[in-house]
C-alpha cells in the first residue's frame, strides 16, 4: 500500500475551554491516505500530548517506519493494528490514523458502507451529545440559545464556579446535561459536588478525579446516585479490568486507544465487566467521527460532536441533526472530500 500524509489546519466556530486546557479556536488534524489498487482509504490522527507526550513530529516518525508493517493486504487489519499497536503504543492516534484507513479501504474494495463491513446497525447510534466548552456565564446562556433543540448538553467542568454554571444551565435548557470534570476535583470534593448535583438532573459525570486513583473512584461511586464514567482513566482494553467496581462505564475514544480494532476489543471488555460504554473523541473532523459513530452503534452514549464544531471541515458525509447522527450509505467511511 502506498502511503500519503496532508496536515490541514481546522477552524473551530466557538473558542473550545476546559479544565485542563486554555481556549482554543484552532486545531490540527494529520490525514492518512492508503493507496491499494485504485482505492483510497482515509484516516485522521490527531495527537494528543495528554496520555503518552505524541504529537505531530511523533506521528510523522512512526508512519514513516511503520510502513513495512502496512505492508501490502489491506485486508490483514488484525495482523497490522495489533504489531503497530504494540510497537507503537506511545503513538495511539497515529495508530489509530493507519487503523482507520484500513478500515475505509478495506470496506471500500468490498463496495459497502463500513457499518455493513463491521457488522454493526447504524440506528442503534445513540443521540450525541454536544459539547458547551467553559466560558462566562452570560456567554455560556448565549450557546445555549444557540444550541436550543440538541437533546443533550455536555458540559465541561473543574472550575471553582462548576456549581453555580451547572445550576444556571439546568435552568436555561431542557436537554440532559452530562458534566465531564476532566479530572479536575478531589476525590471528597467530588462526592460532595456529584451529590449536590443530583438536584439538576444530571445524567452521568465524566472523569471526576486524577487518572489512577481507582480507589478514590471506587469512593465517589459508593457514595453517590449519578453515574461515573471514566475517560482519562479508560485509555484502552487494558485498563478496563481495573476498573470494574469502581465506575459504572468507560468512555472510548479512538484517538487514545488506538483505532476502530481495539476500541472493538474495549466495548467487548466492557461489556465481560458489566460496565456501560460511551462513543467519545478528540477534536477530529469528519474522519474521526464517522469511525467513531461506526463504534458508537455498539455503545449506550455518543458524545461524536466535534466535526460540527469545526468551521472548515475538509470532508463531508457523515450528518448530525440535532444529535441524531447518520451515517453514509457510501463504501467505506462514505466521506467526500469538499
Ligand atoms: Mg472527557
Keep these: 500500500m502506498k502511503l500519503l500524509t496532508e496536515f490541514r489546519t481546522l477552524k473551530l466556530k466557538h473558542p473550545f475551554t476546559t479544565s485542563r486546557k486554555a481556549p482554543r479556536v484552532l486545531t490540527d488534524s494529520l490525514y492518512v491516505y492508503l493507496e491499494h489498487e485504485g482505492y483510497t482509504g482515509i484516516g485522521e490522527i490527531r495527537p494528543q500530548e495528554y496520555y503518552y507526550n505524541e504529537t505531530f513530529k511523533v506521528s510523522g516518525q512512526v508512519l514513516k517506519s511503520a510502513l513495512n508493517i502496512i505492508g501490502d493486504d489491506p485486508f ?30 478495506a470496506a471500500k474494495i468490498l463496495g459497502v458502507p463500513l457499518y455493513k463491513y463491521l457488522g454493526v446497525n447504524p440506528e442503534r447510534i445513540p443521540l450525541s451529545s454536544i459539547t458547551v466548552g467553559l466560558d462566562e456565564i452570560h456567554v455560556m446562556i448565549r450557546k445555549l ?3 436550543e433543540g440538541f437533546p443533550i448538553i455536555k458540559l465541561k467542568a473543574g472550575l471553582e464556579n462548576d456549581m453555580e454554571i451547572i445550576k444556571t444551565v439546568r435552568e436555561n435548557t431542557k436537554a440532559k446535561i452530562r458534566v465531564d470534570a476532566n479530572t479536575g476535583w478531589e476525590v471528597n470534593e467530588a462526592v460532595d459536588m456529584i451529590n449536590e448535583m443530583e438536584k439538576y438532573d444530571i445524567e452521568f459525570i465524566e472523569q471526576p478525579i486524577a487518572k489512577g486513583n481507582y480507589e478514590g473512584l471506587k469512593k465517589i461511586k459508593d457514595n453517590v446516585n449519578i453515574p461515573v464514567i471514566t475517560d482519562e482513566d479508560s485509555v484502552d482494553s487494558k485498563d478496563i479490568p481495573n476498573l470494574v467496581g469502581c465506575v459504572d462505564g468507560i468512555n472510548i475514544k479512538l484517538m487514545k486507544c488506538g483505532g476502530i480494532r481495539e476500541a472493538l476489543k474495549m466495548v ?20 474521526g467521527t464517522a469511525a467513531g459513530a461506526n463504534i458508537a452503534a455498539l455503545t449506550d452514549y455518543a458524545d461524536l460532536d466535534a466535526n460540527i464544531l469545526i468551521s472548515n471541515d475538509p470532508f463531508t458525509g457523515i450528518s448530525n441533526n440535532f444529535g441524531k447522527i447518520t451515517l453514509s450509505e457510501l463504501p467505506g467511511l462514505g466521506l467526500k472530500a469538499i
Design 145 to 147: 440559545k444557540e444550541l
Design 268 to 287: 467487548k471488555a466492557a461489556r465481560t465487566f458489566g460496565l456501560q460504554v460511551m462513543a467519545g473523541m478528540m477534536l477530529e473532523s469528519s474522519v
Design 76 to 105: 490483514l487489519i488484525e495482523d497490522i493494528t495489533s504489531e503497530l499497536k504494540e510497537k507503537y503504543y506511545y503513538a495511539p492516534a497515529t495508530v489509530a490514523g493507519i487503523d482507520i484507513a484500513l478500515h475505509d479501504l
